[in-house]
């Protein structure tokens, strides 16, 4: 597995690497999520313009973002989480999909970007798999409530 090759490479044991991934995973979410309370305009954007309840939907997607970052960290809801990352993830995936293909309407991102962002999303998806569902998740990782 991918982690446990930069484990070795870094000489820090599997256990840490996987508790450092679970923190990055749940800092990134964390961070992801507050931004969306910060910066609603930039999500907006990224909307097609016909959909309803914009506004709603970015406060719910990153709400949802900031419950499953901070979710990851116990053991009990951890499997629960990492299963609604990931329908988050491919529910905001239209969006990454409109800005791709809708490029004329993100001149400041570059299109090489846009469709980097795209496969970024299966990446974001095989991280949450790997840290919250797979069998290598143990239930000691960071908080056993």
């Given at each position: 597995?991918?982690?446990?090759?930069?484990?070795?490479?870094?000489?820090?044991?599997?256990?840490?690497?996987?508790?450092?991934?679970?923190?990055?995973?749940?800092?990134?979410?964390?961070?992801?999520?507050?931004?969306?309370?910060?910066?609603?305009?930039?999500?907006?954007?990224?909307?097609?313009?016909?959909w309803?309840?914009?506004?709603?939907?970015?406060?719910?997607?990153?709400?949802?973002?900031?419950?499953?970052?901070i979710?990851?960290?116990?053991?009990?809801?951890?499997?629960?989480?990492?299963?609604?990352?990931?329908?988050?993830?491919?529910?905001?995936?239209?969006?990454?999909?409109?800005?791709?293909?809708?490029?004329?309407?993100?001149?400041?991102?570059?299109?090489?970007?846009?469709?980097?962002?795209?496969?970024?999303?299966?990446?974001?998806?095989?991280?949450?798999f790997?840290?919250?569902?797979?069998?290598?998740?143990?239930?000691?990782?960071?908080?056993?409530?």
């Amino acid at each position: 597995m991918i982690k446990d090759s930069i484990a070795q490479l870094l000489r820090v044991s599997s256990k840490w690497s996987q508790i450092g991934s679970l923190l990055c995973l749940s800092i990134f979410f964390c961070f992801i999520g507050f931004d969306h309370f910060i910066n609603p305009t930039f999500y907006l954007n990224i909307m097609p313009q016909e959909w309803p309840l914009k506004l709603e939907a970015v406060y719910i997607s990153g709400l949802f973002e900031i419950i499953g970052g901070i979710s990851i960290l116990f053991s009990k809801l951890r499997k629960f989480a990492g299963w609604g990352l990931i329908a988050l993830l491919i529910a905001v995936y239209p969006a990454n999909i409109h800005m791709a293909v809708n490029y004329h309407l993100f001149p400041d991102i570059s299109l090489v970007m846009l469709y980097f962002r795209l496969a970024l999303q299966f990446v974001f998806v095989y991280w949450v798999f790997s840290v919250t569902l797979s069998k290598r998740n143990g239930p000691d990782l960071v908080i056993n409530g």
